[in-house]
């Protein structure tokens, strides 16, 4: 007898001459998530299990945050033949339970001596017999012990969402610009749920931003990594840029100036780690350089798409997602950001695109850019090779 890991997976996107393609993603994401957990997977019978790791709760947090997986269930894998020893089993695993149950039983064994209705009969009478608190409910159950009987008997009586999405590296990549706010960790996550490989480009202003807001930011991306597996971070050194944009151009541009030097480095970086598209935390009017005509203008200094799945949702809302994925408590840590140190009193909220180019032409952008991308410290992660508790 054995604790194993059920694992469903979403079947949307099976259909069709794509799904070897994705299964062997999906099972190589699931055996690195538990790799350091000494987890051992295999595929049978349209699902994945899971067996030999160290830590049920740890494999589990694991395994549910893998992309394109549906539901994980812990159950039970034992000896087939001996049934009262499976009722027993089911029995003690209801043990903490309260409220209606009910059994449900498949069959893949053909040949063994009991049938569906008759497994449900015995174990549900087994059950109820030895755990006085629970009532029996066939229609609305509290609680659903499923009995399988395959080349073993599996018992599982738990259900876990999973992250659900599109496996990892189906769907192309991009590079999210991901500074230490709330939002772009959110709207990397949004993007990468649907299967797209992720790189980071985080922008530095050392020393007006210290050394613990990098820390914080290669969390986030770690954090990221929990969902993502490897991701390579990019940190550009972005003073100097900041330093010459607040000295040579009219102070209601400069943010807006230097966000359109963010979006011609990050594509620059993009390219070179074969990225086709950027991706932002940004919601349309959210501040000053969120604006229609804002977001216009740094859109022209691009010619990849710019994605921005964050777009009409409200800070609530993405806060709601931050929580939920686990990226919150870090972001609201109280490191300053880049974008903070230099800002202007007046930013312009209706800037017009000729104008922040004419204002950009005192300085030598392609100089900047080139010592940007040039300096740029690159940082591979991957949380799934983390040991626990390290
Ligand atoms: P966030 O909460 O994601 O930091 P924000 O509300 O603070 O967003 P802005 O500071 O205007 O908004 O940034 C808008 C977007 O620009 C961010 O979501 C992020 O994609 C990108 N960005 C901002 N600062 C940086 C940075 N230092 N490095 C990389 N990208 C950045
Ligand atoms: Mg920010």
Redesign the pocket.
Known sequence: MRDILLVRYGEVFLKGQNRPFFMRKLVSHVKEAVSSLGGRVWLSEGRIYVSDFSDLDECIRRVTRVFGLHSVSPAVEMDKEDFAAVCEEASRMMREMKGSFKVLARRSDKRYPLDSPAIMREAGGYILEHNPQLTVDVNHPDHVMTIEIRDHAYLSCRRIPAVQGMPMGTNGRAC??????????V?GYMVAKRGVELCC????SFPYTSERAKEK?LELARLLSEYCGEMTVYVVP?TDIQMKIHAGCPDNYTTLIM?RF?MRI?ERLAREAGAQAL?????IG??A??TMEALVCTDAVVEMPVFRPLIGMDKSEIIERAEAIGTFET?SLPYE???TVFTPKHPATKPRKDLIAAAEKALDAETLIAAAVEGAEKIVLNARKDKKDE
Do not use: K, N, W
């Open positions: 999210l610009l991901l500074s230490g706010g709330i939002d772009s960790p709207a480009v985080h922008y530095h930011v972005f966000r963010m990050a991706v932002t935390g940004e919601s959210q501040v350089s969120q972001s950001d880049c974008c």
